[in-house]
């Protein structure tokens, strides 16, 4: 009964606990956005000089409009890319650049490999859809003509329309984010929920009579340790597998969590009263989250 209970707990902390380090890094990306996006603004501001008739020289100031046309640059794997928005299933989430396990706990991820969303070609956007708040959880409630709305760092607004119906694939399927001359936008997920066995996709179009038009892709900084090859099977199932650094951590803490729970067994064996029930819980809620973090980290298949 108690591993049947200590089971069920850490799916709890699965489809909810996990939405908690999600929040915490979107608040984190929400700032980061916000203040590139006043830096790009301040760079963009031009004085003008004016004269008035019969007085002196004046200076007016002019502020971009949020649709024009920009360079975009790839951020470091991890950094925030932009903001996505599709209204049809009511989501606003801020994505970033990368598809690692590590990279997709913060958000939606951008492929690596395909070109930025608001440029010519393929771009993928991956995203959980049952734990760390499942921003892609409704994907296959999305319709033809559907906006899918991209905000760049660059301060430019892409709205993109879902084409086709919603489709489903297996991971080594990697033409779904294979380029094309269109400016088009891929969005992939794990299905069924709470399964890892396939990908959901949704394709969508640049819209030009509502949209920015597309920039130039942009050359990936070496830097950054991704090549422009790099979209592959392994892409498509990046972030899938579980960490081998996580595991000796989750086995530690789970030797930790057997002893404080056999310590209140044991206390409660010998005073068996209500606040020795009570109090033990503290300490064994403490010392079982971390035990919980580590597991699911370990575990395949985040969903």
Known sequence: MILGILMLLFVVYQLWGTGIFTARAQEHLKSDFRRQIQQEQNAARK????RRSGGPTTTTTTIPFTRRVAPLSTPPDGD???GITIPAIG???YYVEGTSRDDLKKGPGHYPG????????NAGIAGHRTTYLHPFGDLDKLKPGDDIIIHTLAGTIFDYKVTLSPFSVYPNEVWVVANTPDPELTLTACTPKGSAAQ???????LAAKTSAPPTVTPERPAASGSGKGRTSEASLAQGLSGQQRSLTPSILWGIIVAIVGLAWWWSYRRWRLPRTLLLGVVPFVVVLFPFYVYLERALPAGY
């Not at 004085?47 to 004016?50: G, N, S």
């Open 47 to 50: 004085p003008t000089p004016t």
């Open 80 to 82: 925030v890319e932009g």
């Open 91 to 93: 989501i606003s989430f």
């Open 114 to 121: 395909t070109p930025l969303p608001g440029t010519r070609g």
């Open 199 to 205: 990908r959901i996709v949704v394709k969508a179009k």
